[in-house]
């Protein structure tokens, strides 16, 4: 069998997740009471469910809460809004897309209505710069489609027409400054680039090819990089972005990651990425060089089995993994000086098939 069909297959069966919201929201209402926990969402893509957990401050442990519906089928991918009051389930077998709301004060999560159409295979969802679109990458129909969010509601109304894209598109991240997207698209082998203007429309500017099968996308805090991962040649690649223009450049040389890396996550101040293998069921450290964006490997830690998705703790301290084929969340403390990743405990339960975590301040 071919490296790309193999590759194709691993995405589908064993690979389904790996997003979040970005940016900022123009009018945010009052926050959390300093007394209320925070919370972790796991997308759960066999048993269509979201697991919610309370979060220790102190130590991050995680404690389960309830497990609700989804609402849709094959629920792989969850993005919150910026004010917290809001999450949203792509459901990619369903084709749509399930609304939250989350209580301020109780933390009680609740699904609002019905959930609303999307494209065909809504792969993964993220919310756009000023916190007032959604986009929905629709890998069988080759778009992305955006919907309006009702800052009161949470609810969504989709906007007129969709922007086209390369093969299988996987996922779309925003540049810090809000003005260029980038989304990796698995079947054709490259990232396109977008202009965002204020209204939030997309407007292609290019593509640059990549390795085989690009299955993530992340965005360095400063901007000045961007880096792929590729999960048939297990390699991630480095660009460099013109700050002006938003092309990019690659550079080299590339890094190797473990077999069947899934996503990439960087901590807020840039200084290490952590790539999930999914098929070696491990997470990859590598260290950042600010000046260059090169990456150094740094340590290798396992996790459970087929690790998808890496999300960290608001204070750094934190990492948690959730692991597809063994249906929990490992739980890490993150070393501040060398980003080493430590195990906490035992792995928490969850429902069948955790694609993504989300957190929730």
């Known amino acids: 069998m071919p490296v790309r069909k193999i590759a194709h297959s691993v995405l589908i069966l064993i690979v389904p997740m790996l997003f979040v919201g970005c940016g900022g929201y123009t009018n945010p209402p009052s926050m959390p009471p300093a007394t209320a926990p925070q919370l972790a969402l796991v997308a759960n893509s066999i048993s269509n469910s979201i697991s919610i957990y309370a979060v220790d401050a102190q130590t991050g442990q995680l404690q389960a809460k309830e497990m609700l519906p989804s609402g849709g089928m094959n629920t792989r991918v969850l993005a919150l809004e910026p004010s917290g009051r809001f999450a949203y389930a792509g459901n990619i077998g369903s084709n749509d897309i399930s609304v939250f709301a989350i209580d301020a004060n109780t933390r009680h999560v ?29 890998q069988r129909a080759n778009n992305i489609t955006g919907f309006s969010i ?12 969709s922007v086209p894209t390369d093969e299988a598109p996987v996922e779309l991240r925003f540049h810090p400054s809000g003005h260029f997207a980038y989304l990796a698209n698995f079947n054709s082998g490259d990232v396109t680039v977008y202009r965002v203007d204020s209204s939030g429309a997309l407007g292609l500017l290019g593509a640059i090819p990549v390795a085989l099968s690009p299955s993530a996308i992340s965005m360095h805090p400063s901007g000045k990089f961007a880096y792929v991962a590729s999960l048939a040649s297990n390699e991630i690649t480095t660009f460099s972005v013109d700050q002006a223009s938003g092309a990019l450049k690659m550079l080299t040389p590339k890094v190797t990651s473990g077999d069947g890396p899934t996503s990439i996550t960087l901590d807020s101040q840039g200084r290490f990425a952590y790539v999930t293998d999914a098929i070696a069921g491990s997470v990859s450290v590598f260290a950042i060089d600010l000046a260059t964006g090169a990456l150094t490997p740094r340590s290798t830690v396992s996790a459970g089995a087929n690790p998808v998705v890496l999300t960290l703790h608001s204070s750094g301290r934190f990492a948690y993994v959730a692991n597809l084929g063994s249906d929990n969340v490992t739980h890490f403390a993150v070393d501040s000086n060398t980003g080493a990743l430590t195990p906490v405990g035992l792995p928490v339960s969850a429902g069948t098939g955790p694609a993504w975590l989300t957190l929730v301040k």
């Open 110 to 138: 609740s699904m609002v209505g019905s959930p609303v159409p999307a494209g065909s295979g809504p792969r993964f969802i993220v919310i756009g710069p000023m916190g007032n679109v959604l986009y929905a990458v629709n």
């Open 150 to 161: 009702n800052p009161s509601t949470g609810a969504l109304t989709p906007l007129t027409g």
